[in-house]
Each structure stands twice: as structure tokens, then as C-alpha cells.
């Protein structure tokens, strides 16, 4: 993997293939992993980044610093270093949150946004794990001192799988990914159980995406939902796009939360129909 530094830390990524600029954000508690069946279908024809966020996977775990702000300003500084613009942005979860936060403030800068079951305050406390928000909201001390308990805690791989069974759908656990080595990896690891509860114990900040209505010059999205997720409610996903208001928008059956993994050929057809529409911008510097 290659490194960008960013502040002094670490961040990991995986560059592959040339052309047009794509790059991809996963959801907390996994890494760039979960992309790789997606990009082997794109690297032909694009030029795939895929980061491991600070605190997960390869990348630096400072301890901290884990808010949905500075995820966009590591963002920022990523694609402003490597000269990504006008970029495909494709986020799982809180990518798909961070994706749009960068583009509320960069507009010109984004080609198009692919948003994978997108985080929001509503979808998550609408999902089965839901109870953790409503808790941080009504007593955020407690929350807070919860989850620093939590944080002490290593996983073990049997926690990994459990953990992972539950983000797939009857396809992905058909073919038993729950059981994958890389994304047991990115729950046993050292550090990454601080850091996937820095992100829960940030959730509240990602409500402004529930309110968030795009202007016209706003750049084209398109919203993937796994019928079958029981992290995030695609029931609560169907109330958030009547005012995101994605040019598309597609709901994949029998898939989860890892959709990308259980049904990587439909997730790559998408994204290439969608750019087969969607107008080049002229490069930003």
C-alpha cells in the first residue's frame, strides 16, 4: 500500500489502473478491503483510490480525532495532493457522508457522488444498533464512559465474525465473507475497536444529512441500498432520498451493509452507467 501523510499520520491507500480519478471510502470498522472486487471491475478504465480512513485498517490510530470533520479534511487534503479533480466519489456508510460533506463544500470538484447505504443520524437509530445513538443522545457522559470501557476491549476473531455476519445479507453469508481474514482483521486489530467508537460517539453530527436538501448546481448521486441491511434502515433510506433526491437510485435484494462484496458486478455496473451519464467537469486545480 501506498502512504500519504496527512498532520504527521499515516494514511494507507491503494492506487490501481489510470483514466478518470474514482475514489472509494469505506464504513467504519472495515478498510479499503471491501472494495477491491468493485475496483478489479473498474481498473480498466479508471484510476481507483482506496483509503484506509484514520483509525482503521493500515492506517494511523491516533486514539482521537475520529469526528465526521476530520474525516472530510483528510479527505480534503488527499485529493487536493494528488490533484483529483473533477473526482467520482464512492462511500459506503459514513463514506457516503463524509462523500457528501466534501462535496456541500467543494461542488466544482466532484464529477459525481455513489452513496452505498449512506449514514445518516436517521437511518442508523432506524437500524438495528439504533439504541447506541438514542443512548449517546440522552446521556452523553455515560455514553461516552461506555464506550471507553469498550475500548479496552481486543475482539477476538469469533467476535470479528459475529460482527461481520450481521452486516451481510443471505448472500454474503451464503458464501460464508463473514469468515474473511481481511475483515476479521479490521476488528481485532490493535486500536480499532477505540476507533470505530470514536465514530459512534460522533454519530450526532451526521444529522445534518437528513435535512440536507442539494441545490442545483449540486454534483449527480446515485444511492445504492442493501434491502437486506440491518445496520443502517433502507426503509429510513427511502425517507432520505426524497430529499437528497439522487438522479438514481437502485435497491439491491438479498445483500446487506457489505453489498459491494456480495454483489460486486451489479455495484461496478452502476457506477459505470452512471458516469456514462453524467457530464465531465473541467479540471479544478
Not at 98 to 126: D, F, G, Q
Not at 175 to 203: I, K, W, Y
Request: include cysteine.
Amino acid at each position: 500500500m501506498e502512504t500519504f501523510d496527512y498532520q504527521g499520520a499515516a494514511v494507507k491507500y491503494k492506487r490501481r489502473g489510470s483514466g478518470e480519478p474514482v475514489v472509494f471510502l469505506h464504513n467504519g470498522g472495515t478498510s479499503h478491503a471491501i472494495w477491491k472486487d468493485v475496483i478489479a471491475r473498474l481498473a480498466d478504465d479508471y484510476a481507483t483510490f482506496a483509503l484506509d480512513l484514520p483509525g482503521f485498517g493500515a492506517s494511523a490510530k491516533p486514539g482521537g480525532g475520529y469526528a465526521l470533520e476530520n474525516y472530510v479534511a483528510v479527505l480534503e487534503a488527499f485529493l487536493a495532493h494528488h490533484g483529483l479533480s473533477p473526482v467520482t466519489l464512492v462511500g459506503n456508510c459514513m463514506g457516503s457522508a463524509i462523500s457528501v460533506a466534501y462535496a456541500m463544500r467543494h461542488p466544482e470538484k466532484v464529477r459525481a457522488l455513489v452513496l452505498v447505504n449512506p449514514l445518516t443520524a436517521a437511518t442508523y437509530t432506524a437500524g438495528r444498533l439504533g439504541m447506541t445513538l438514542r443512548l449517546r443522545r440522552r446521556a452523553p457522559a455515560f455514553s461516552r464512559f461506555l464506550y471507553g470501557l469498550l475500548g479496552r476491549v481486543k475482539p477476538n476473531r469469533w467476535i470479528a465474525v459475529q460482527s461481520l455476519r450481521m452486516q451481510f445479507g443471505p448472500v454474503g453469508r451464503s458464501q460464508n465473507l463473514h469468515c474473511s481474514n481481511d475483515l476479521c482483521a479490521c476488528f481485532t486489530g490493535r486500536g480499532q475497536m477505540t476507533s470505530l467508537l470514536g465514530v459512534l460517539d460522533d454519530l450526532v453530527n451526521y444529522e445534518f444529512l437528513d435535512n440536507f436538501v442539494p441545490p442545483d448546481d449540486f454534483p449527480p448521486r446515485c444511492t445504492i441500498w442493501g434491502l437486506e441491511n440491518e445496520i443502517l434502515s433502507a426503509k429510513a433510506g427511502r425517507r432520505l432520498n426524497a430529499t437528497l433526491q439522487p438522479q438514481r437510485a437502485d435497491w439491491l435484494k438479498g445483500v446487506g451493509h457489505l453489498l459491494m462484496l456480495e454483489n460486486p458486478d451489479e455495484v461496478a455496473r452502476i457506477i459505470r452507467e452512471l458516469l456514462a451519464k453524467t457530464p465531465r467537469r473541467k479540471v479544478h486545480s
